[in-house]
């Protein structure tokens, strides 16, 4: 039988084990919401939603705070090894790449009441296709990580390659609207800016489904991502 103190050591191990898990999964669900609200004020004017989506900024920096924090302690004094090692190191890198996402997020809401694109005449359908394509990545990296799936992880990583061809197809189109019409440069213009943290909403997303992958098997997918259409 272990003396008391080591069984004490262990289960408050586990528990700081455990605290690290939930403080990556409260982020998770925060920027989840915030790239929801962030869409719904874009496509559908929708005020409320606008101003939603940046207010959570201030709680998801503070939970990568309270995990950087954390995984310092976990590193200093616990030693972990192996696949907590793996685990530890992991969730540093997804806490920040999940504080970029909410950066993305609050970025897209806070254009979405922009004068320009609530008299914009050009069609958002492009754009919410693409919306709702990097939500349901966002939505499987975040289910991924809170069920330790590597294979829905790598779905993720493959399923970027639609959301990198969208951008392609939706960037050529409102440089055409901009092109055919000066008084569109505004509006599309902004809906650019809109398109783009979309994309790196999306590269985030392949990022920590990478880094879940790795952190559960110990293997690295390979370091050439699928891509989608590019620029020519």
């Known amino acids: 039988m272990m003396p008391h103190e080591s069984v004490h050591t262990v289960q408050s191990y586990e528990q700081e084990l455990e605290q690290l898990r939930s ?3 409260q982020m998770g669900g925060l920027v989840e919401r915030q790239v929801a609200q962030a869409i719904t004020a874009v496509v559908e004017h929708d005020e409320v939603a606008a101003l939603d989506a940046p207010e959570m900024d201030p709680q998801v920096d503070e939970l990568e705070r309270e995990t950087e ?3 310092i302690r976990l590193l200093a004094l616990r030693a972990p090894m192996a696949g907590d090692l793996r685990e530890v ?3 540093l890198k997804i806490s920040g790449d999940l504080e970029r996402i909410g950066d993305c997020a609050a970025s897209i809401a806070r254009r979405a009441m922009r004068n320009e694109l609530l008299s914009c005449p050009i069609s958002l359908t492009g754009l919410h296709s693409m919306g709702r394509l990097v939500q349901e990545n966002l939505r499987r990296t975040i289910d991924a990580m809170d069920q330790r799936d590597p294979e829905l ?3 993720v990583w493959h399923s970027d390659t639609a959301v990198d061809e969208l951008y392609v197809s939706l960037f050529r189109e409102l440089v055409t609207y ?3 019409d000066p008084r ?3 509006p599309c213009a902004h809906l650019l800016f809109i398109a783009k943290n979309l ?3 999306g590269d985030h997303a392949t990022n920590i489904s ?3 992958y790795y952190a559960v098997t110990g293997n690295i997918l390979p370091i050439v991502r699928p891509r989608g259409k590019t620029f020519d």
């Open 199 to 201: 994309e790196r909403i």
């Open 69 to 71: 924090a954390l995984v």
């Open 184 to 186: 569109n440069i505004g």
């Open 210 to 212: 990478e880094r879940v």
């Open 89 to 91: 190191v992991v969730a």
């Open 178 to 180: 901009m092109m055919e």
């Open 23 to 25: 403080l990556v999964n």
């Open 153 to 155: 992880a790598r779905l």
